[in-house]
């Protein structure tokens, strides 16, 4: 299993950018899909996007997409989410996740995600 660390988070005015890192520890890496998620206080957790093991395939939810972008260096064991045009409904806590599974990562169940980082706490606010 991978131990995965996240680091970026801070608090920034709608409008502004962050880039989230997640950073992993660990063998093969790179055959891991692995994907954002975050959970506002009295929301579900919600899968962001996420990428394939060799960053050829990508997805983001609706609420995200064409704002976000998600990429990898297996080189460094590090992913990243680029967010910009952030608003403040994308205030919450973000956390990586790694999974196995085979599947196109938008079909990986949060279930499948077997190791998971502590979260970094992104607050958007003017």
């Known amino acids: 299993q991978l131990q995965l660390v996240e680091s970026g988070g801070g608090l920034v005015q709608p409008g502004g950018s962050l880039r989230l890192s997640c950073a992993a520890s660990?063998?093969?890496?790179?055959?891991?899909?692995i994907a954002w998620f975050r959970q506002a206080p009295g929301k579900e957790r919600e899968k962001v996007s996420c990428i394939s093991s060799s960053g050829g395939n990508t997805n983001y939810a609706d609420s995200v997409k064409g704002r976000f972008t998600i990429s990898r260096d297996n080189a460094k064991n590090t992913v990243y989410l680029q967010m910009n045009s952030l608003q403040t409904e994308d205030t919450a806590v973000y956390s990586c996740a790694a999974s196995r599974s085979r599947l196109r990562c938008f079909y990986v169940p949060t279930s499948g995600f077997a190791s998971w980082g502590q979260g970094t706490q992104v607050t958007v606010s003017s």
């Open positions: 660990g063998f093969n890496f790179n055959t891991y899909t």
